[in-house]
Structures are given as C-alpha cells and as structure tokens.
C-alpha cells in the first residue's frame, strides 16, 4: 500500500443542509468572506476550513438539490453540528427539512448538536433589513451599487439576491413564524430520541439570519464554534485514554478492496 | 379527407431517417401532419399559410454537384436552379489542390435570397402554440425566482423570463429544447420551460406521429431555419437554428447537451427513472443546472473545440509540462484514476491510472464536460469541492467524484481536478492536492504557468495567414490517447465577437463540406466576401486555415507547408506528448516513465512526406 500520509484531521465537523435556494453558501460566504455576493447552485458538496482558536472546524457547504441527495448521508458522517436551513419567505423549505434531509443526519455524531437557521429574515423583518450588526453594512451597499453596474459581473458568476422586494424597502409575507421553527426543533429532538431536558433549548438553537445584511450571522456561527468546543475536547481526551481504531483507514482498506472500479 | 387535400400540397419537411430515394411517401405523411397539427393549433391562418408555402426539395436533390441540400428550401423563388447555390462553386477537389482553377465566389448568397420571413413554418407553428402557464409539476417551486433570495443574474433571468410569444424570441440563433417522451418539458435554452410547454407537446406530437409509421423524424427545414431531432433513450432533444449549420453539426451539438444531462444523472438512473414513471419532472432533478447546460451551450457556439471533438491545450513548454505532469504522478491514492491540471479553462495536462483503465482513453467530450462544469460554476472559487459527476463517454452508467480546487486563490485561474472512483475518498484526494500544492511552490510553477498563454499567428512567420486550427489525429508519442488540436489566438480582424462568429461560421461551412455525409471532400478552397478558407483534411491531419482575401491559390499552399513546419517543430509545445500515467494499485508498476523511451523513435508523423 502506498504511504498515504493523512491530512491532519479537522477537529469538527460542522454541516449546513437545507433545500435549494435558501442561502446556505450565502451564510458561508458572509461569514468567511464578510461579503454578500453571487453565487451559483452548489455542485456535490464544498469544504472549508475554520481555524477557530486552536482548532481547525471543517464546514461542508452541501449542495440542496435533489440531484445530490444521495451524498448528503457521506457529508453528515461524524458531524459535530448540522445547521439545518430554511428561507422565511417559503414554507416549503421548513417542511423539506423534516422530509428530505432529518434523515441524513442519521451518520452524524450522537451527541450532534442541531440549529435551525430561518435565513433570508431581511426580506420580512425590518430589524434585519437594517441590520448594523457590524462592519458589513456599507460594504454590502457597495457591492449591491456594483452588482447593479456591472451586468457582466453577474453573467460571469450569476446570482442573486439583490431582491427587488428588500430593495425598494418593501417586505414579503413571513411564511415561517418563529413558533413553527421552535416546533420543528422539538420534533427533531424527538427523531433523535434526545430528552427536551437535557438538550440545548430551542429558543438557543433556532436562529433568524440574513446572509445578506449579516443580520445574526455571526451569532450562529460562533454559538455554534462554542458549543462544539467541548465535544472536541471530549473527544481528544477519550482518544489520549484509549486509542480508538480510525474509521476512516478502515474504509479505505477496504474500498480498495471492494469497489476499486466502478467500470 | 384533410389528408387527401394536404397529400396535394408538397411538402419542404424532410424526413431523412431513411435513405433518400425512399424519403418521399414519408414526408408527405408528415407535411400532412405538420398542417394537421397546424390546423388543430391555429385553425385557419397559419396552416393555411404554412401549407402553401411548403415546397418540394426534390429538385435540389436532383442537381448533380449539390451537396448541400440544406438549402433546398428557398420556397418563394423561382424554381432553384444550380446557378442560385453560389456555394456549389467552390472548387473543390479530391486529390489535387491545382486542379481546378480559382473561381471567386460570394459566399452564401443563399442567405440573402432567404431573407423574407413569410413561411416561417416550423418556428410560427412551436411559437404560436399557445401558451398555457401551467405549473406541471413544479410543486411549491414553481416561482422560486420569487419566493427566493438566491435568483439569478439579469442576463440569465432575462434569458428564463423572456416572453415567448415575443419576436425576439424568436429570432434567437439557436433553440435548444430537452422533453421527455411524454412530452414534459425539461430544458428551454431560451424562456421558461412551463411557458413552453405546449409548444414541446407540439414537437412531442411530431416525433411520435413520425414514430408511428415506423419511422424516426431527424429534421425539418423550412427557409431560414433547421430544426434537428435527437431522441436519446426517453429524452427528446430538439435544436431551431438558423445558423446555417449542417444537419449533422447540430446533432452533434444536441449530444453534447445530451452528455452535459448525463455527466449530471447517469443514463442508468434516468432511464430508471422513467421506467418508474413515464410522467416524471425531471426538472426536479436538474434544479440548479440550467446554468451549466446554458454555460455549454455558450461554449459549444463559441468554442471550436466541440466542433472538432478535440482539446484545446495551453502552449507551455515541454519541460516545464513534463514537470507538472510529474507532480501530478506522485501525488497519488488509492482509487484516484484521472488528475489534470487546468489554465484559463485550457488544459495543461492529464495524468491517468494505467491499469483500471488499460484501453480507455479519456474522450474530448468528456474533457469539454469537464471544463464546461468548472467554468460554468464560480461557486468553485472557493472551498474544495466534492461531487459526483459522470463521464459519459467512458461510462454512461456510474458517476466518478471529482475532487475541485483552485490553486491561485484569489485569481482562481489555475485548478486542480481529481477524479476517483470512491466516494468517500474526498480527505485522501485533498491530501494529494496538499501535495501537488507543495511540489508546486517549491518548482515555482504557479508563475510558470501564469507566463503560458495562447501564441499569435504571426509566430508562423506567414504573411498572409489569418488564423488556423490544425487537428492532428494522432499527436506523436501520443497515439490513441487524447484528440487536440492547436489554433492561435483570433485577432484582427477577428477580434470582434461578431467578428470572431462569423470566423467561426465560416470554419464550420467547412467542416459541414468536408464531413459531409453525401458528398465528403478532402479539400475545400474556398473564396469567401473577405477572407480565404482552405481546409484539408488527410489520414494524418485535419487542417482549417483563413487567409487574407487576395491570396492566390499557389502562395496558400506554400503557406500551408510553412505552417505544417512551424506545428512540427512546434509540437512539443503545442501538444500534450508523452502522456504519464500512474497506478493506484497496491504495487505501483515502475513503468509509467518508460512509455516515453519506447515511443522516441516514432518521429514520422506524416505531413511532410504528403507535400
């Protein structure tokens, strides 16, 4: 067998899921880059890296189409938290959620924590709307005046948002309340068979954001960082106590054997 | 009885699924249901219209030299006579370029004599169709445009929510429609799928009238457009192009958009899929990838590379891509069986497993695939990206993962794209990355790379030549493997992008003369309004060259040997030679290098001795 030397493992893994459209890669890109900008429906799955303190979180951005269902089980594998996303202005989202990909959470840590994420909250909430939540506010006017000048800018790299109801001020209906979400977090708890108790309580883990004004944005990733921090500790020290037999060799030893080629 | 009265009239749709002699009771049957269905569509006008419009193209076909019956639908002139179709002039010759004397002719006055727009069958007919906004299928999605944030661009929104019943929708270049044979709506090039879904019922309708005759329709003309049908398992692919190209270029094209669908699904799980349920949306599937599929589409007008079927590499210089490919080559997993490196959406080089695909070459669509899926998606610029993808050409049913990464962040003009057959390779695959990162920062390649650019043709040192492209059909030292080719920057006059198509179209009336199925050429010489065009296609290679308008016939053949000269010496820039491969297998074989010494002596690479 070829020296394969292993890639120093991530600490965590943090996943985002949620159907097509609601802003997942947005919420990535406006916490890592500070920027909200176009961007185009995910292919597969995309991985970054977060140096957190001492430790390095790896988030997979997974792709909401139902043409990559079947990797979302691979991507959920030993997730520490899965941040399961949702758009307020379409209900829709909410119900996918609990349909399509509850389940692939299945392959996630068991003491995974769970977020529920209503983005898009600048389009029905004025709060949001006119978030001066931190330094993004008048960055985000510039690049909304370039995304509006420069056409060909967007052709290149096509998207979004700049939404003609958020921009003239005016606000959609609100499909998803905050309650239904809160709901939605109960029945989660129960899928997993995790007492209400001792769980992280709803009002926590449910969150409002828009990747757009950055509204809450940072919140519910570095809630999330926190709370991970002693499942990565926990983790490490068990390790020191009894080394465990790594997984991933495992499956690769016997990848090879069992499926080498496809054709 | 409406059959008896429209058997009266002829009909210009020509059905060519069987051979032609045979093709008359046919496409009278389907004139017939073409006005049957134009009759149920719009009861009097347009039928009416269309009916008498429609002409024979009997007396096209009967012309001796005419090899481009594509034309043979002027309807409202006088009757076609072999004087009308300029383009049968060329001088054209089999074996001997010096045979037949120049003679100048305008090129296409065929399209000046088709100008008026009366007729307009087959496009009045998918048009006026009328429109039903129904939301089949779309379950809660039909306005995510709306409902969403995430919406697309003002070009790409302008292009979905163009009003179809709109003349300038109409006069697109060229449609592209993906159905499924129950006639549902999967892809619109132009405008949104669900306002044209009556209009796809109607194509639907004429592939399986045609169909229940025992019969397969291929292509209707009428007098400004060509619409081609490709039917692909339970898709249904049909092209409206008035772009002049032949019949067998825009099914090439609508494959390509067939592979592009397939790269994305897998044929197994869409004919799976349809098995399950005639009915099924299969936009549910495709959610997301019309920009890939309208990404291709772009491509495949603007890029020769697909009308050729060959890649187009960066010119680097040997040493420098020899070095490349042996980073690649080391840095290696289990189950990794492609790595190539990209540059400014050319290739820089591929290096393959040797033992999992032994006799597999890697096809130029399957490459264009590639590039078309990393180009269309800016998404990749940042992160590493994991996702299944199927190379049609190799394998129509399994999906390989590849593994993509920009290597230059924050430029993102060099990318990184590894295949492996194991889906839950991705941590080992990023290794290799780490890797080729590595080996790369200590050779200093990045900047190495970022001196490679395309040459200009004045590096020929041929006064007169515009602009070539030159497909050999095996690079030395590279038999089998890859099919490239080489062409020089387009500039002046070429730099236009109205400029740059029309170039562009004239390559590809070339290439539809030398491919021709009735009537293949070998050499075409071609006196065009303002350029000359000789093409030339031998055993060895195939060669398209542009020269300035008042060449003569004696200085282009000089100039081509010139050129076949400079490619040679070229060669080793020009081309990817000495492909390397690796092996994945547990017991790496030390042979991968040796391939190299063994072909060294296989210098003769033809050309020269055909001059």
Known sequence: ?263 | MEVDHHKDTEGQAEETSDPPTESNPPADTLATSLCLLGNHMFPDQVATNACSSVNRSEPATLQPSDASVEDSGLDEGPPPNPGTDSRTQDSECQTNLAAHPAERVTEDAAINNAQSDSGEFVVTMLAKAKLEEQGIGVKGRSSPLLETGIQESPSFTSHRDEDVTADSWRRHRKHVFVLSEAGKPIYSRYGSEEALSSTMGVMMALVSFVQSGDNIIRSVYSEENTVVFLQKGPLVLVCVSSSRQSEQQLREELLYVYYQIISMLTQASISRIFEHKKNYDLRRLLAGSEKILDGLLNLVDSDPSFLLAAVHCLPLAASLRDSLSQILQKAITPNLVFSILIAKNQLLTIVQEKTVIEDARLAPADVHLLLNLIGASSAFQAGEIWTPICLPLFNPDCYFYAYISYLDPPDCTVCLLLLSTDKEAFYSVAECKRKIEEAMLAQNSLSLIAKAQSYSVSQVGVSDLRHFMYKPFDVPDNYRQLTQFTSPEMEAPYSSEEEKMRLLDLYRYMHSRIHSTSRPLKLIYHVAERETLLAWVTSKFELYTCFSPLVTKTCAITAITKLLRWIKKEEDRLFIRYPPKYSTTPNPSKSSRSSRSDQQDTTDNGFLSLL
């Open chain 1, 1 to 263: 067998m070829p020296d394969v030397p292993k890639m120093k493992k991530p600490d965590a893994k943090l996943v985002l899921l949620g159907d097509m459209n609601v802003g997942k890669t947005s919420l990535l890109h406006r916490y890592m880059e500070r920027k909200f900008k176009d961007t185009i429906s995910t292919v597969g799955g995309a991985f970054f890296l977060k140096q957190w303190g001492p430790h390095n979180i790896s988030i997979w951005d997974t792709a909401g189409r139902e043409q990559f269902h079947g990797l979302g089980s691979m991507y959920c594998r030993g997730a520490a938290a899965v941040i399961l996303t949702y758009d307020v202005t379409n209900w829709q989202s909410l119900a996918e959620l609990e349909e399509r990909f509850l389940s692939l959470t299945d392959t996630a840590n068991h003491d995974c924590i769970y977020a529920l994420v209503g983005n898009k909250a600048d389009l029905t909430d004025p709060k949001a709307h006119l978030c001066q939540d931190s330094d993004v506010l008048s960055e985000d006017r510039t690049d909304c005046e370039e995304a509006r000048t420069e056409p060909q800018v967007l052709s290149a790299c096509p998207t979004p948002p700049a939404s003609p109801a958020s921009l003239s001020g005016m606000l959609l209906h609100k499909q998803v309340a905050r309650e239904d979400a809160v709901a939605l977090y109960g029945r989660i708890l129960r899928y997993k068979g995790l007492d209400e108790k001792g769980s992280l309580p709803a009002d926590r883990m449910c969150f409002e954001t828009s990747a757009k004004t950055g509204y809450n944005v940072d919140a519910l990733f570095e809630t999330l960082f926190d709370l991970v921090l002693p499942s990565i500790l926990r983790k490490r020290h068990e390790n020191q106590a009894s080394p465990t037999v790594d997984l991933e060799d495992c499956r690769e030893a016997s990848g090879k054997r069992g499926k080498s080629s496809c054709c």
